[in-house]
């Protein structure tokens, strides 16, 4: 029987402290909210217990950060995406940032595995005077475990709406996108990180945040399959592909403590599950 579940969760600010509520419906969680900087920025953990997707099942998440709040959001594991017999499986995540307030969005990978029909489709919607950082990271198949991607589907959705869309359908069957080297080279992990603000974000601001980027990429084992840019005046994105996923995260959460410090001028505090 598919799994139909939604969770919608709010960050607000009582008296300079970050609560984050929740509701949900159906087999999604956020496990209790943790301080580890202070009162002003609140750490939550994701969880869905099932531990992955099968053709037919859909996951909606939606999160909202009001004004004065800051929300950070990771996850205990990778999500999967399972094979399908001819079902698509989908999750949708909508993230709002109202003025004054900040997000981050930073859960581990998606495992695509052979066979699935899989739809991740993520929209940021961030008002003036708000900013976010997310990621964004997919693995295709398991090629260490013997896993390879062999076949299914993969849609991908990534829109700040009116400002800047990814969209691409990978296939298994399409060897040329796979393994040519103007798509994805023989590579098995896509991952981007992205800082998005709600107002055009100041020319020096945004060339110190490349410049911080484009130093880790030089110094990174990934430093040929990985470039920063931005694409539009209010969005900075690092785009990376590596051979297995643990590369592109060591990439990703370099970048994100130094666009927390370059950016909003706060030092990290690494969710503690990351750790466990």
């Known amino acids: 029987m598919p799994w139909h579940a939604r969770l919608d969760l709010d960050y607000q600010s009582e008296s300079r402290r970050s609560v984050a509520r929740f509701r949900h419906d159906g087999p999604l969680r956020i496990l209790q909210s943790l301080y580890p900087e202070g009162d ?76 699935c029909r899989a739809e991740n489709r993520l929209t940021l919607r961030v008002e003036a005077g708000a900013e976010l950082i997310g990621w964004d990271v997919t693995a295709l198949g398991l090629p260490n475990a013997g896993k390879p991607f062999e076949r299914g589907t993969l849609q ?20 040329r996108l796979l393994q040519s080297p103007l798509g994805l080279a023989g590579q098995r992990c896509l991952a981007s990180i992205f800082f998005v603000a709600g107002s055009p974000i100041a020319r020096a601001r945004r060339d ?16 040929e399959s990985a470039g920063a840019t931005s694409p539009h005046a209010e969005i900075i994105v690092l785009r990376a592909l590596a051979p297995v996923v643990e590369p592109a995260m060591q990439l990703l959460r370099q970048v994100w403590k130094a666009w927390r410090a370059e950016l909003w001028g706060m030092t990290s505090e690494p969710p503690r599950i990351w750790s466990m």
């Open 40 to 115: 002003a920025v609140c750490h939550n953990v994701l969880v869905h217990p099932p531990g992955g997707l099968v053709g037919g099942d859909t996951l909606d998440i939606r999160v909202r950060a009001a004004a004065g709040s800051h929300g950070l959001i990771t996850t205990p594991g990778a999500s999967r995406f399972y094979r399908s017999d001819g079902e698509l499986a989908l999750q949708r995540t909508e993230l709002s940032v109202e003025a004054g307030a900040r997000l981050e969005w930073l859960p581990l990978e998606a495992i695509c595995f052979s066979g």
């Open 156 to 175: 991908q959705h990534i829109e700040a709406p009116g400002r800047w869309l990814e969209r691409g359908r990978i296939d298994a069957d399409d060897r």
């Open 208 to 223: 110190a945040a490349l410049d911080a980027a484009r130093s880790l990429i030089e110094a990174h084992p990934l430093h």
